[in-house]
């Protein structure tokens, strides 16, 4: 194989089987000899990819983790699987890494052939996941779109269905997309009123990025997530719970994980924090107090005392 960038790339794939190549292998495969073996291995390294040689009379070579995460050469199956299973995570908002699953599947579909994307929609269209009904799903394609909008700062264009069903078109300069509990936000300033705006992604429809570059406008809040937050702690027409949990307040958003990230959680001292919690369903914010494992006093509303009686009556005639 004469042709070098080619001949790299094949070496590439080789070593990106979990295996340690025998360098007369490597040079049999290509057919090459050995001596242009060690001198592409040594490109690969320039090119900031971690390959190992093993000495010995006839030497190995085998690619190790390093410092930095290089370019990966995928095959077909492979592309297809990865780009399946972060469909999966993206759309239903997995804690932890959806917003990490859109970026990824952003720009993995970005450079899928088209026969392999003609595939990934095909099997997304051909499985329904079991969902916990616990949050509303979301197109991944029009995740995707969004989120590579914010990351080329393009204006977008899309449907939107308010809380009362009225339905609008929308201009937005996108600046965040924001996983909220079970929920994905996208923040953005509205161009037709001249505002910030916060929008659910569940109620977006035909995301349109429209190639119109734009410079970025200072957030009227620290960051996104902080934006999120107070906003939906303004929209929530319920009052608020305001509790003190004995449990540090660090413990309280791990056990919380996602779920907690709307909610202002401050500590009071090192064993024990204060939180304020907005829903509309006092029954799950009561059922999410008991599951923190600790002991609490809550503060208001004076309805979620009644929630927790009734609770506590049913358990233990449950119990027996």
Same mark, same amino acid.
């Given at each position: 194989?004469?042709?070098?960038?080619?001949?790299?790339?094949?070496?590439? %794939?080789?070593?990106?089987?979990?295996?340690?190549w025998p360098g007369s292998e490597l040079a049999e495969?290509?057919? $090459? %000899?050995?001596?242009?073996?060690?001198?592409?291995?040594?490109?690969?390294?320039?090119?900031? =990819?971690? &390959?190992?040689?093993?000495?010995?009379?006839?030497?190995?070579?085998?690619?190790?983790?390093?410092? *930095?995460?290089?370019?990966?050469?995928?095959?077909?199956?492979?592309?297809? /699987?990865?780009?399946?299973?972060?469909?999966?995570?993206?759309? @239903?908002?997995? &804690?932890?890494?959806?917003?990490? %699953? +859109?970026?990824?599947?952003?720009?993995?579909?970005? &450079?899928?052939?088209?026969?392999?994307? @003609?595939?990934?929609? !095909?099997? #997304?269209?051909? !499985?329904?996941?079991?969902?916990?009904? #616990?949050?509303?799903?979301?197109?991944?394609?029009d995740l995707t779109v969004l989120a590579n909008a +914010?990351?080329?700062?393009?204006?977008?264009?899309?449907?939107y269905r308010a809380g009362d069903g009225a339905q609008?078109?929308?201009?937005?300069?996108?600046?965040?997309? &924001?996983?909220?509990?079970?929920?994905? =936000?996208?923040?953005?300033?509205?161009?037709?009123?001249?505002?910030?705006?916060?929008?659910? +992604?569940?109620?977006?429809?035909?995301?349109?990025?429209?190639?119109?570059?734009?410079?970025?406008?200072?957030?009227?809040?620290?960051?996104? *997530?902080?934006?999120?937050?107070?906003?939906?702690?303004?929209?929530?027409?319920?009052?608020?719970?305001?509790?003190?949990?004995?449990?540090?307040?660090?413990?309280?958003?791990?056990?919380?994980?996602?779920?907690?990230?709307?909610?202002?959680?401050?500590? $009071?001292?090192?064993?024990?924090?204060?939180?304020?919690?907005?829903?509309?369903?006092?029954?799950?914010? *009561? $059922?999410?107090?008991?599951?923190?494992?600790?002991?609490?006093? $809550?503060?208001?509303?004076?309805?979620? @005392?009644?929630?927790?009686?009734?609770?506590?009556?049913?358990?233990?005639?449950? /119990?027996?």
């Open positions: 194989m004469t042709d070098t960038p080619a001949r790299l790339l094949s070496l590439l %794939s080789l070593l990106q089987t979990p295996r340690e495969r290509l057919q $090459v %000899s050995p001596r242009t073996i060690r001198r592409d291995i040594d490109r690969l390294r320039d090119l900031g =990819y971690p &390959v190992e040689a093993t000495m010995g009379p006839v030497g190995g070579y085998r690619l190790v983790a390093g410092t *930095a995460m290089p370019p990966l050469l995928l095959d077909d199956e492979e592309a297809v /699987a990865i780009a399946v299973g972060l469909r999966a995570a993206a759309g @239903h908002a997995v &804690v932890g890494i959806e917003e990490a %699953s +859109v970026r990824a599947l952003g720009k993995l579909l970005q &450079v899928l052939p088209a026969r392999l994307r @003609h595939r990934v929609a !095909t099997l #997304d269209r051909a !499985t329904l996941p079991l969902l916990s009904g #616990d949050g509303p799903t979301v197109d991944p394609e +914010v990351a080329n700062r393009e204006r977008l264009r899309f449907g609008t078109r929308r201009q937005v300069e996108p600046n965040r997309l &924001v996983s909220a509990g079970r929920r994905w =936000y996208l923040v953005g300033f509205d161009l037709d009123r001249d505002d910030w705006r916060l929008f659910r +992604v569940d109620r977006i429809s035909e995301p349109f990025a429209t190639g119109a570059r734009f410079t970025p406008r200072p957030l009227p809040a620290e960051d996104a *997530a902080a934006y999120v937050a107070g906003k939906l702690r303004r929209q929530s027409p319920t009052p608020t719970l305001d509790a003190t949990l004995h449990l540090p307040a660090d413990e309280v958003r791990h056990r919380l994980g996602g779920y907690g990230d709307a909610d202002e959680i401050v500590p $009071v001292d090192e064993r024990s924090c204060r939180i304020r919690s907005h829903t509309d369903a006092l029954d799950w914010l *009561a $059922v999410r107090l008991l599951m923190l494992g600790c002991e609490f006093e $809550v503060h208001s509303p004076p309805e979620m @005392h009644a929630r927790l009686r009734d609770l506590a009556g049913r358990a233990a005639r449950a /119990a027996g």
